[in-house]
């Protein structure tokens, strides 16, 4: 294999996929994070026109409480302006204006408002015309208190406790199971309550107070606790549920993905594992416009990309005397790679490195190609830097590369 093998320019790589995906993002030069996200709404605005509402959210995009309220922006098609706010190091002029000085927090028109419930209402209150709590004043009454419900009555707490608590013994876990499983009973009942899959007579704010959550807990308690909701014929209503959720084109430009949770709790947590991470979902990837989301990114953002493996892979300690251009190239030839097979799928015959148990490609080329694909494959982050369907695409293909150099 030599680096001249993929037969298209960064160029042309981008433009093939920006036909194939409406998907765009606004590069940030020099900070973090390097991309973000354009609400579907911006375009509603008058030329020069300030949003209405300025969000406040997390550098990384990780925050469940901060994609309650970008979940709701979205769906409600209200245009939004994004500041993020790195966790590990917040401004003081953040910490001064917030008085909880967590995230997420809004301007709406300049009004500040925090806490996810809180904005949430708020939200409803200022922007009526496209409601997320039902006109029939009786439904109204039983919404918002089931949206305090969702805030006070612990099934978040009770789950993460499940998934987190870290001395747990078997007793232990097994009583923490049974209260989480408590909870989930309640809240299959109350979703028997209206018919159709959501909370109400109609998807509402209920749905998006429950859904960073317990989405998030459905992705990682098989993995942590070996715990499964999705396909548990206990609860019916809430698998009916998280796949109405998940059908919601809102949902799906802001939600987070298993792979990226997974790896964030035991990166950040150190939560062990106590089975292997699920497979990736290839339902979530199937179309071209995932596939070409995530070669568009990938060739879009290349630069940072490039910027980033040299920097924190480890990659580095390969190069020969110090000289890293040679590290460079073969790290901008396997990210093409990975960028062309996302676009071609199978059409593109990959290199075989290995035959017959003998390397018949370049070694070093090939070894620093696998560092660079298991590298960004668990270095994406959704929905920081693509959206979850183009993330499962990524992972998938970075996966069949790696099988296939090394
Ligand atoms: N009750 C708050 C919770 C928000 C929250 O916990 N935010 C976390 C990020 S997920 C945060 O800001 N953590 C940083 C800190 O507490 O300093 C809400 O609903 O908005």
Not at 91 to 97: A, F, G, H, R, S
Not at 274 to 286: A, R, T
């Amino acid at each position: 294999m030599s680096v001249q093998n993929t037969t298209l320019s960064w160029d042309q790589i981008l433009e093939l996929a920006q036909n194939n995906t409406p998907a765009r993002r606004v590069r940030r030069f020099g900070v973090s994070p390097s991309t973000a996200p354009i609400p579907i709404s911006l375009h509603k605005l008058p030329p020069e026109t300030p949003p209405p509402v300025l969000l406040y959210r997390d550098t990384n995009s990780w925050c469940p409480f901060c994609e309650r309220v970008w979940f709701a922006l979205e769906e409600k098609e209200i245009p939004f302006a994004t500041e993020f706010i790195d966790l590990n190091n917040k401004p003081k002029w953040y910490t001064d204006l917030v008085p909880s000085t967590q995230v997420p927090a809004v301007k709406i028109e300049g009004e500040l408002v925090y806490e996810s419930k809180d904005i949430l209402l708020a939200l409803e209150a200022r922007f009526s015309d496209s409601p997320l709590l039902p006109d029939d004043p009786e439904e109204n009454a039983i919404a918002r208190q089931l949206v305090e419900d969702a805030e006070t009555n612990g099934s978040k707490e009770v789950g993460y406790k499940f998934l987190i608590g870290t001395s747990a013994d078997d007793n232990e876990l097994a009583t923490l199971q049974a209260s989480f499983e408590a909870k989930l009973d309640e809240l299959e009942r109350a979703l028997a309550k209206y018919p159709g899959s959501y909370f109400l007579s109609t998807f509402s704010l209920v749905d998006i107070m429950y859904g960073p959550h317990l989405d998030r807990l459905a992705a990682s308690l098989p993995v942590y606790r070996d715990y499964h909701i999705k396909g548990n014929p206990r609860f019916p209503n809430l698998n009916a549920w998280l796949a109405a959720l998940n059908e919601r084109p809102a949902y799906d430009r802001v939600k987070t993905d298993a792979a990226t949770f997974n790896l964030l709790l035991r990166r950040l947590w150190g939560v062990k594992p106590s089975g292997n991470p699920l497979p990736l979902d290839p339902v979530l990837s199937e179309t071209i416009q995932d596939r070409a989301e995530a070669a568009e990114r990938l060739s879009d953002n290349r630069e940072a990309a490039i910027g980033d493996i040299l920097k924190n892979s480890g990659v580095q300690a390969l190069a020969v005397n110090g000289d890293i251009s040679a590290v460079k190239d073969a790290i901008e030839f396997h990210l093409k790679l990975l960028a062309e097979y996302l676009l071609h799928g199978d059409k593109l015959l990959l290199p075989w490195g290995r035959v017959g148990g003998k390397e018949n490609l370049d070694p070093f080329s090939s070894a620093v190609g696998a560092i660079t694909l298991a590298y960004v494959r668990n270095r994406i982050c959704v929905p920081r830097d693509m959206s979850a369907g183009a993330a499962t695409a990524f992972r998938a293909a970075a996966n069949k590369i790696l099988a296939s150099i090394y």
